[in-house]
């Protein structure tokens, strides 16, 4: 739970890769990747909720940036609900660790 709360603010405020880090963190918890891949989108839309009813009212908001963002959004979410249905357990898992590697890596050289 204290896993969530801290990635839930870091998500709230920055967003980037929380999918992952939401992913992993219910995994190493014990759940199956299709079960947690369920609950990760239900943790995320109350993150980005909460989030989006902060935000929504400061005046530094680039909303240009916004439209982009969600239709990225969007279209990632409908990509991961076909691979979650359609692609071997392992497989999942692998392409979840290869992408938070290298996001990891590109986050910290950038």
Same mark, same amino acid.
């Given at each position: 739970m204290a896993m969530q709360g801290c990635i839930a603010i870091y998500g709230g405020y920055f967003g980037g890769g929380i999918g992952f880090l939401i %992913?992993? #963190?219910?995994?190493?918890?014990?759940?199956? &990747? /299709?079960t947690a891949a369920a609950t990760k989108n &239900?943790? #995320?839309?109350a993150m980005n909720a909460s989030a989006v009813a902060?935000? #929504?009212?400061?005046?530094? &908001?680039?909303w240009?940036? &916004?439209l982009a963002l969600g239709v990225g959004a969007v279209g990632g979410s409908v990509c991961?609900?076909? #691979?979650i249905r359609w692609?071997?357990?392992?497989?999942? /898992?692998?392409?979840?660790? %290869?992408v938070g590697v290298v996001l990891t890596i590109w986050m910290f050289v950038r």
């Open positions: %992913l992993a #963190a219910l995994t190493v918890a014990g759940q199956q &990747v /299709r &239900v943790l #995320a839309m902060i935000f #929504a009212f400061s005046s530094q &908001v680039n240009p940036a &916004v991961g609900s076909w #691979a692609l071997p357990e392992r497989m999942l /898992r692998g392409f979840v660790v %290869l």
